[in-house]
């Protein structure tokens, strides 16, 4: 995992968003509905703290424990260590039972993100042992700081983000923004509220902006929701039929007329549903039901 303590300027905005997109979907293709439902809680702030007088690797191990019964994941036993290396973190995934984690030794003195890189380190063995992955180290640590935010347990990555005028500081390969967008997203789906949860005023900013964003995915047309300028495009375009348009839905000529394919708000997985004015419709993958004007 990355680590950009009082480096480079931090990267903003959404570069990697439909990499973002795709690692919601293979989660849930890989996971099914029910088997996301089964991380509606969130870790819990106590579950990654350290007090002050807290032995540090006996405290690296306790949160370990609970990023592992947070993942599911009660079989599997991680042992942490620290040295000195260039990235926050890595591990070793061999077939089990333990599993090796280790941290860079800043996290000697920085215990207070210890969670957010275990966050990341020990969704690596869950998505190591669900088999999922995505090709090129990119893209999958992108799954996997994905994967961490949307099941829970990856909040703590965006804590982790503090910038000011002389540093900056963030750990994973989203963007701040991109870690909002992820989490705003999860508490869309179980209807979370996760801002009591920061302690880095420039966490909650990015929520924020990503927290926009993921609401702009329930507001695009053929969904209802879509505002009155949507809905005039999507009319336009729906007459003249002419493929890909809005940048986000499709129309498709079949023998049974037209139909109009779109990703759903939630898991983004396509749907095709004739276009016959107000219809409900059931996202296949993630079973999302969806309110639409086609």
Request: net charge positive; aromatic share 8%.
């Amino acid at each position: 995992m990355p680590d950009s303590p009082r480096r480079s300027p931090v990267e903003h905005g959404f570069p990697h968003l439909e990499t973002v997109r795709s690692a919601i979907t293979a989660l849930y293709r890989r996971l099914s509905a029910d088997g996301v439902q089964r991380f509606a809680t969130s870790l819990a702030p106590v579950d990654a703290a350290f007090t002050g007088a807290e032995d540090l690797h006996l405290g690296a191990q306790r949160v370990a424990r609970a990023m592992v019964r947070h993942y599911r994941l009660p079989d599997a036993r991680v042992i942490v260590a620290f040295r000195s290396m260039e990235h926050a973190g890595s591990v070793e995934l061999a077939a089990g039972p333990e599993y090796f984690v280790e941290l860079n030794d800043r996290f000697r003195t920085h215990r207070r993100d210890i969670g957010a890189a275990l966050s990341h380190e020990v969704a690596h063995v869950l998505l190591h042992r669900l088999g999922l992955e995505f090709p090129g180290t990119r893209d999958n640590e992108i799954l996997t700081d994905t994967a961490a935010v949307y099941l829970g347990a990856g909040w703590l990555l965006l804590d982790a983000f503090r910038e000011d005028a002389t540093s900056s500081q963030k750990l994973g390969y989203l963007t701040p923004e991109e870690f909002g967008y992820v989490l705003a997203k999860r508490a869309l789906v179980f209807g979370e509220d996760p801002s009591p949860w920061f302690t880095s005023p420039q966490a909650y900013t990015a929520y924020t902006v990503g927290r926009a964003r993921a609401l702009r995915d329930a507001a695009r047309a053929p969904l209802t929701a879509a505002g009155w300028s949507g809905r005039r495009r999507y009319a336009r375009d729906r007459r003249a039929a002419s493929g890909v348009t809005g940048g986000s839905y499709a129309f498709e000529a079949g023998g049974d007329g037209l139909r109009v394919a779109f990703p759903c708000p939630v898991c983004h997985q396509r749907n095709r549903v004739p276009v016959r004015g107000r219809v409900r419709v059931r996202c296949a993958l993630c079973r999302a039901v969806l309110d639409c004007t086609t």
